[in-house]
């Protein structure tokens, strides 16, 4: 499993920017430069590009489009796991189809934004995926698993009651701080929960978790 690494104290959120259009990459660059919480640590217009480059940067939040020219999201992120990427990804695109967005959801993808928002909301969703929230809308997840869209699912493992809890926080998009003060429990017992649960679940990422809890236990999570 790929531990997502915590950020650095009191530092900038480090970025990397992926897209394939050079005058959005290069607006969306100056963005985010002028916001001293954050440091555009790197760009590419490339898929290609970006393997080269990520792995040795190591960005915090990797920002990506879905369209890539001649690859896609799905592409990258499938190479970045490969090579052990440990950042959070948003993706940001103005619309993909619901195959594709299960895919990059299986790919741990932390977030979807859509380019119609504002610039503020894109600051404040880069802040809330570099703090470990995952910024997938229920309803949208919710119609690509009732779409048909999604794999037939393997067993279900038996939910303990604290497993239960711990799902439905991360259905509202708790972290784990939230988490914690919710359940009333220290962060560490959320985080030894989510260990537990990413065992016996065999996904990797807490994004790939609220799919899986949609998928297969939502009902359950529910009572």
Not at 70 to 76: D, I, K, Q, R
Not at 91 to 120: C, M, N, Y
Not at 168 to 182: P, Q
Not at 183 to 206: D, G, H, N, P, Y
């Amino acid at each position: 499993m790929v531990e997502s690494r915590p950020l650095r104290p009191q530092q900038p959120i480090r970025l990397f920017i992926v897209d394939d259009h050079a005058l959005f990459r290069e607006g969306l660059i100056r963005l985010l430069a002028s916001d001293e919480t954050l440091q555009v640590a790197g760009a590419a217009g490339s898929a290609e590009a970006a393997l080269q480059s990520i792995p040795e940067i190591s960005p915090d939040v990797l920002i990506l489009d879905y369209d890539l020219g001649e690859s896609t999201a799905v592409h990258l992120l499938e190479q970045l796991r490969l090579r052990k990427f440990s950042g959070r990804t948003l993706l940001v695109t103005a619309g993909l189809p619901d195959s594709e967005a299960l895919l990059l959801i299986r790919e741990g993808v932390s977030g979807i934004f859509h380019k119609h928002q504002s610039p503020e909301a894109l600051h404040r969703c880069i802040r809330e995926v570099a703090a470990g929230r995952i910024l997938i809308e229920q309803e949208y997840l919710r119609t690509l698993v009732q779409s048909g869209v999604a794999a037939p699912p393997s067993p279900a493992p038996r939910l303990t009651e604290r497993d239960r809890q711990i799902l439905r926080c991360l259905l509202e998009g708790l972290s784990n701080k939230e988490i914690a003060t919710h359940l009333l429990i220290s962060e560490s017992a959320v985080k030894a929960s989510l260990q537990q649960l990413f065992a016996k679940t065999e996904v990797r990422t807490r994004s790939q978790l609220v799919r899986l809890a949609l998928e297969q236990f939502f009902d359950e999570i529910q009572r």
